[in-house]
């Protein structure tokens, strides 16, 4: 779980991240806080998750 960018729960965004490397490290995720839904994005290099629709960058921080 990760945290929500959009009412700024912690830990409250749930996604498939078992299986979301079958999906070009891509998967819907879901606040459990305020209902509001995003793609998230897993490096498959280190790991880090994050929604690629409200963080503004082209790929993960490791990869800089």
């Given at each position: ?51 690629i ?12």
């Open positions: 779980m990760i945290n929500c960018d959009y009412c700024k729960a912690k830990r409250s965004v749930i996604y498939d991240n078992l299986n979301i490397y079958l999906n070009s490290h891509e998967a819907k995720g879901l606040c459990l806080n305020c209902d509001e839904d995003g793609i998230i994005y897993e490096c498959p290099d280190c790991g880090l998750a994050f929604n629709e409200t963080t503004f960058r082209n790929k993960c921080t490791c990869q800089e």
